[in-house]
């Protein structure tokens, strides 16, 4: 078989050798493993609820992932994942002192990741002792005196303060202007190893980091082009909006190197005729199983099959107006794109001719068409490229800034937009700088601070020397995995601010302390009586999200008072800048922000349990391109493959995967349901033909290695080789556990964003 046959095989029916889940997302199987997850976490009523109150207005936001709340929300508006965060988070286990008097950190270490976060809340603040290798209780002044001696002692610009998406809007806001108060930038996020592509891809050449679409563009679109995105595990109540609109007639078109089972059909759970007769929405129309990086070779593809139509019949194919008026760079484009061939676009891409076809004549069929992504495109060395070519491809016939289309990156943690939006940013061109000084009489930093490549890089030279984390592992979330770890004791503060035990607390700088703090699901009640948070989800609508389950203990302070505290401790008194009054009122933090961001925030404290929640705007879609041309810009595509790495004898891609059954570095189980696969996260996904030419048996045991030549030796030994449908030339397995084998270094070339989908290694048998 030549390889175009195989790859048409593979890309329009399933390889019947390989496992698949053959049932819909959704449907008994999602609420299977909810069940599950509840027996384990032994909910209490505090979580059922939360749970008949998640993403609903005046209801509390899901701590999971970005997707839009709608105005009308279903009667349990939460999907088997969201609800597995909400069991997670409002479990019955407890992570108390008792437990670290019992264990050293050196024998934790030795511990899965899945039974550390498995001990349930940390419950006090904790300190690290070095003399007895454990953590010890301590009280949260103590706490806070310590942290704050010691950030007095350092240089700023020394330090880094990291944020996870969870946090809302308010303490993020603060936590910001701790940072710049204190006197650096070093803001870097977890969306510098996510959307980071996207905030400064999307930036340069429409204006703006974020998507340009809402909910009602869902219910007009004509077409989806859908690229690297996980809905049915990583965003699950996506399913419904798509399954509306295919239910309209929409045609869905999928770019995928994996069949994930959500896209390919969806059986509502939350819909009881479905549930008992069985009926289940066909997802995508056509499903590509592209090359990983291939996209960009499949769009040049499609765009020289626009430009062709055009040729064609003149005048009927592109939007000259727009094309005229509103963009940049269309001739540089087009030459570029037609000194691209045939045979170098199906190399690349791993499709046929006549499939990219298919996909354009979809495309040129449909008057509105959105084009909607995640990690498989912003994860790869040109993953700048891979969002040029979609913004390329939407301009041809204006579909950016109209009704109906436009461009959905889908974000990955509840928060992660929103902290962006006020402030959290390592690029003080995104912050409103003299407003904050104005506002808090202080001079603010103006140089650029740190992202997490960068924080990785001073770790590693020994620049860096205190990390305060508010969420997130970092240490597993990092690429290079092994040498981050190696190097996080050598920093003289670490501070973890979380609700549970992670590998990150596991390697404790030389002082360094554990401060646990409320859920978003919990009641945080402060001097002026409960308060509320916000958060922006991935369509800009921010949202007023009330915890009203008990707080698993009485020593948690919220994320907005540990902030506060720790800035107290830490900084000079200010008259202008009220730590105290702050925390008790979130609504004066709220008004801080629409003092900072007018445009965004009008009537912030007004607005916020608007149902939908409040739309912030957004330049492009008002073709308003607030670009250094002033246009939206064409990019002429200078690669065709997203991979940094050449093609090598023996070489093979690695691209890094979520199970349904995780949250990140958070593992709820080993089942990884809607791909057939279970047991163990230990293994490496390889298609059969790729086995044969490497000489592999199934079940067989192999050791991964990096293959860049860097003279870093990275290695994952005892991965247990499983047959998967998955195009030539590439391998697959699990995110967190593969991280060892990402190369720092090898990351977006515009953004830094790690290259988590694409990391070139060999198979040692
Ligand atoms: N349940 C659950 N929900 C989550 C998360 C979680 O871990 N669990 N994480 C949250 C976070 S922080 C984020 S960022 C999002 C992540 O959500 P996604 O953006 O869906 O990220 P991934 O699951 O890493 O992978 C996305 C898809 O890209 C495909 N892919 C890999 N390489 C390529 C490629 O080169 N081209 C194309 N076209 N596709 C490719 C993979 O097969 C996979 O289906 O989800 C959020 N929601
Ligand atoms: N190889 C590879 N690496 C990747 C990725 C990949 O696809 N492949 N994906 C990348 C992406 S998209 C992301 S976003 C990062 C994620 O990286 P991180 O954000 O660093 O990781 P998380 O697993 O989301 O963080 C989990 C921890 O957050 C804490 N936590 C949970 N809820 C709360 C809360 O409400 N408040 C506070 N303060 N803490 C809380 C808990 O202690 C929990 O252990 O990983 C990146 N790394
Ligand atoms: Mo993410």
Not at 282 to 288: H, L, P, Q, R, W
Not at 427 to 455: I, Q, S, W, Y
Not at 673 to 685: C, Q
Request: proline fraction near 6%; glycine fraction near 10%; aromatic fraction near 8%.
């Amino acid at each position: 078989m030549s390889d175009t046959e195989k790859h048409a095989h593979s890309a329009t029916g399933h390889d019947p050798d390989t496992p698949e889940y053959t049932h819909p997302t959704g449907g008994w199987g999602s609420l299977g493993s909810l069940l599950r997850i509840a027996g384990k976490e032994a909910p209490g009523g505090s979580a059922l609820r939360a749970l008949a109150r998640q993403n609903k207005p005046g209801g509390v936001m899901c701590t999971a992932c970005a997707w839009a709340k709608p105005a009308e929300p279903h009667t349990a508006e939460f999907c088997e994942n969201g609800a597995k965060a909400t069991l997670w988070e409002l479990t019955k286990r407890r992570c108390g002192p008792d437990f670290f008097e019992k264990h050293s950190l050196s024998e934790l270490r030795d511990w899965h990741d899945y039974d550390l976060e498995r001990q349930g809340r940390l419950t006090r603040p904790l300190r690290y002792d070095a003399a007895s290798d454990r953590y010890l209780p301590v009280s949260w002044d103590e706490a806070f005196a310590g942290i704050g001696r010691h950030l007095q002692r350092l240089d700023p610009k020394s330090t880094v303060f990291y944020s996870s998406g969870h946090a809302g809007l308010e303490a993020s806001y603060l936590y910001g202007l701790f940072a710049r108060l204190y006197g650096h930038n070093n803001l870097p996020q977890s969306s510098n190893m996510c959307h980071e592509t996207t905030s400064v891809g999307l930036n340069k050449i429409i204006g703006t980091p974020v998507g340009t679409c809402t909910l009602d563009d869902f219910d007009q679109c004509d077409a989806i082009f859908f690229f690297g995105q996980n809905t049915g595990s990583n965003s699950p109540r996506f399913l419904h909006t798509l399954k509306r609109a295919v239910e309209r007639g929409c045609k869905i078109v999928t770019f995928n190197p994996v069949r994930e089972r959500g896209l390919i059909e969806f059986k509502d759970p939350q819909n009881p005729v479905q549930m008992t007769v069985g009926k289940s929405t066909k997802i995508s129309t056509e499903y590509f199983q592209v090359r990983p990086g291939g996209d960009i070779a499949a769009m040049i593809g499609m765009i020289k099959l626009v430009l062709d139509a055009e040729t064609a019949a003149p005048g009927h194919v592109l939007d000259r107006a727009f094309i005229d008026a509103e963009t940049d760079g269309f001739e540089a484009m087009k030459q570029a794109v037609s000194t691209v061939t045939w045979p170098e676009i199906e190399h690349a891409s791993g499709l046929t001719r006549e499939m990219i076809g298919r996909a354009a004549d979809i495309y040129l069929g449909a008057r509105k068409v959105i084009g909607i992504y995640g990690m498989g495109l912003t994860q790869h060395v040109h993953g700048f490229q891979n969002l040029a070519m979609l913004v390329n491809l939407l301009l041809l016939r204006g579909n950016i800034g109209r009704p109906g289309a436009g461009i959905s990156p889908v974000r990955g943690h509840s928060n992660v937009q929103g902290q962006r939006t006020v402030g959290i940013a390592e690029k003080p061109k995104l912050v409103p700088v003299d407003k904050l000084e104005e506002m808090f009489g202080f001079t603010c930093p103006r140089d650029e601070g740190l992202n997490a490549v960068h924080a990785c890089e001073g770790l590693l030279d020994g620049s860096v020397k205190a990390m305060i984390l508010m969420g997130g592992n970092l240490v597993r979330a990092l690429p290079d995995r092994e040498r981050m770890e190696a190097a996080w004791p050598s920093m003289d503060l670490t501070v973890s601010i979380a609700t549970k035990l992670n590998r990150t607390h596991l390697t404790p700088g030389k002082a360094s302390y554990l401060l646990p703090c409320l859920g978003r699901l919990e009641e945080d009640v402060q001097a002026t009586g409960p308060q509320a948070v916000t958060i922006e989800c991935s369509l800009s609508h921010i949202y007023g999200s009330i915890g009203k389950a008990d707080p698993i203990s009485d020593q948690l302070k919220s994320e907005v008072a540990i902030v506060a505290g720790l800035a107290k401790a830490t900084l000079a008194p200010n008259p202008k800048v009220l730590w105290d009054e702050w925390t008790a009122d979130y609504g004066l933090v709220r008004d801080l922000i629409e003092r900072s961001y007018p445009e965004s925030f009008r009537d912030f404290n007004a607005r916020m349990f608007e149902p939908g929640g409040f739309y912030r705007g957004n330049s492009a879609r008002d073709r308003d391109w607030q670009t250094d041309s002033g246009k939206a810009n064409f990019t002429a595509p200078t690669v065709l493959t997203a991979i940094g790495a050449e093609e090598a004898e023996g070489r093979m891609t690695l691209v890094t995967l979520r199970s349904n059954d995780q949250f990140n570095t958070t593992i709820y189980g080993f089942s990884d349901r809607l791909r057939g696969l279970s047991g163990s996260r230990d293994i490496v996904l390889i298609n059969r033909a790729d086995m044969a030419r490497l000489n592999l048996r199934e079940g067989q045991e192999v050791t991964l290695v990096s293959d860049l030549d860097d003279r870093v030796d990275r290695r994952v030994p005892g991965l247990t080789v499983t047959p998967f449908d998955l195009p030539d030339g590439c391998v697959a397995g699990y995110y967190p556990e593969l991280n060892v084998l990402i190369p720092l270094s090898y990351h977006d070339k515009t953004s830094q964003t790690p290259a988590s989908k694409g990391a070139p290694v060999r198979i040692l048998a």
